[in-house]
């Protein structure tokens, strides 16, 4: 994979490169109704937002099970749609987006949002560029937790960053700026800005 105006550091694939057991979906379900939670959130479509959010969650865990279904692993592998597990934490994600603010539970929803996805960090991506969403667990803290804030217990600032910078935009390539004179000085991707920041 790689094209004309890469360094060669690609490499190359056939059929049997992959399983194709889990490809690359543009759009999820479970995806597509957490946006939807969110429009009715920001008032754009009409429901609940707590019952679109809801039906998120069941959808995400029905495509972990759907994918690994699809693997043929002779694990054994518990399902998760309906096991009281699944809805004690639903329950849980439910009790924290209820009765709060609409900035909470829009963390709530983009954060479980952001916790389905995984793996697919372009959206992710966005929507935290979008809304300063999910609040990131800081990799760098003393210790290996990651909190993921459900408003059931105090944070420990030292393993979640609040509002930690993120870059906005990547790196000039090394070799653009060696090779190219009139290049500029290589930016700082958390301030530099690309067109669409200003």
Known sequence: TGGLYDENT???IDATSGTGVAPH???????????EAELILEGLI???????LEEAMEASFRQVDEVVAGTGTTQEVPVL??????????????????????ERQLEVIITQKWVSTFGDPV??????????????PNPNASGN????????FPLNPNFTVQNNEFPKSLFWPQNELNLNQNAPAQKTPANYTIFWDN
């Open 145 to 152: 937790e990651y909190q993921l804030d459900m408003g059931d």
């Open 46 to 52: 009409a429901g609940s937002a707590k019952d679109k």
């Open 10 to 12: 690609g490499y190359s």
């Open 25 to 35: 979906r543009l759009l999820t379900y479970d995806e597509f109704l957490y946006i």
């Open 123 to 136: 959206d992710q991506y966005a929507d935290l560029r979008r809304t300063g969403y999910p609040r990131i």
């Open 81 to 102: 749609t309906g096991s009281e597990e699944v809805a004690n934490y639903i329950g849980a994600v439910l009790a924290s987006f209820e009765g709060a603010s609409a």
